[in-house]
């Protein structure tokens, strides 16, 4: 999609989605820990643990 992009539309869509990226992921961890399994089709187990995302932290 974004092949032959200039790098500064590069780097201001990364700037725009990668924090969208990490409040939609920490919304669904919360979602998945706090919901009702029937609703958001997330079940835990018993004792199962989350590891909340590290601020800043890049793949």
């Known amino acids: 999609m974004l092949a ?8 201001a869509l990364s700037t ?3 924090p969208l990226g ?3 992921q920490l919304r669904d961890d919360l979602l998945g820990a706090s919901g009702d399994p029937s609703e958001t089709g997330k ?3 018993p004792g ?8 800043g932290r890049r793949p």
């Open 4 to 11: 032959g992009a200039d790098a500064g539309v590069c780097a």
């Open 43 to 45: 079940p835990l187990r």
């Open 16 to 18: 725009f989605g990668q």
């Open 22 to 24: 990490e409040a939609f």
């Open 48 to 55: 199962q643990l989350l590891l909340p995302p590290r601020p």
